[in-house]
């Protein structure tokens, strides 16, 4: 069975500063897609990005970008320009190419920005 | 707003009793995905459905079932409630349920159990 591991349970960052979420993963797949949520205090989950597996191209979406390693199965998240709004639970998430494609998540990373 | 709505948005009831949470998936969607986030689970998978059949199906109580009808609305039924059924169960959707799909995620319905 895959597994997600967020190893972080809270981070804090300055506005306007960078940080970066960690997020490890265990599958013997090949195909898969990993994605990374957000859950702000209304605790909507809003995907933020997303990467395919067979892509060696790491994900871009304005503000944020992924790190995704695919041989050490690593797929961390930078937020760049940090704002007040980006405060909120970050969940990262696997995608298996199995079995109706569930998502599996990590247990989450609080991120707090400080201004 | 990903375009898929769950009602109610809050539910609070006893043990013991039944509930049935709503969910209408994105237009277009023919793929809808329960998951459940509870303090001591975290986030997981409870059930997937596809064009009203049954495709996978995840930690899911006996006690609880769910189908998706001709409309492509699905219901999530939970009986015999128990204290620890408490969390936040969403709805989410996706176009055919394959592993190129994007899952968007409902509101939620918040369900506390006295």
């Known amino acids: 069975a895959q597994t997600v591991t967020q190893s972080q349970p809270e981070m804090s960052v300055q506005e306007a500063e960078t940080v970066t979420l960690s997020c490890t993963y265990d599958t013997s797949e090949s195909d898969y897609y990993l994605f990374w949520y957000k859950q702000p205090p209304s605790r909507q989950m809003i995907l933020v990005i997303r990467q395919e597996a067979y892509k060696q191209q790491n994900a871009t979406e304005n503000r944020f970008s992924v790190n995704f390693q695919k041989a050490a199965k690593s797929f961390s998240l930078k937020i760049s320009d940090s704002q007040l709004g980006d405060a909120a639970m970050y969940f990262c998430?696997?995608?298996?190419?199995?079995?109706?494609?569930?998502?599996?998540f990590g247990a989450g990373t609080i991120l707090r920005v400080k201004s | 707003d990903s375009g898929v709505t769950q009602t109610p948005k809050h539910l609070i009831t006893a043990t013991g009793q039944r509930v049935t949470l709503r969910c209408s998936p994105r237009s277009g969607d023919l793929s809808v995905y329960w998951y459940q986030q509870s303090l001591d689970q975290g986030l997981q998978f409870l059930i997937q459905?596809?064009?009203?059949?049954?495709?996978a199906k995840g930690n899911i109580l006996e006690r609880f079932s769910a189908q998706q009808f001709p409309d492509l609305h699905s219901e999530l039924n939970l009986s015999s409630l128990e204290l620890g059924d408490s969390a936040l169960y969403f709805c989410?959707?996706?176009?055919?349920?394959?592993?190129?799909?994007?899952?968007?995620f409902g509101p939620g319905t918040r369900l506390t159990v006295l």
């Open positions: 998430a696997y995608r298996s190419s199995e079995y109706g494609n569930k998502l599996v």
């Open positions: 989410a959707s996706s176009v055919w349920g394959g592993v190129t799909d994007t899952q968007y």
């Open positions: 459905y596809y064009n009203g059949e049954e495709r």
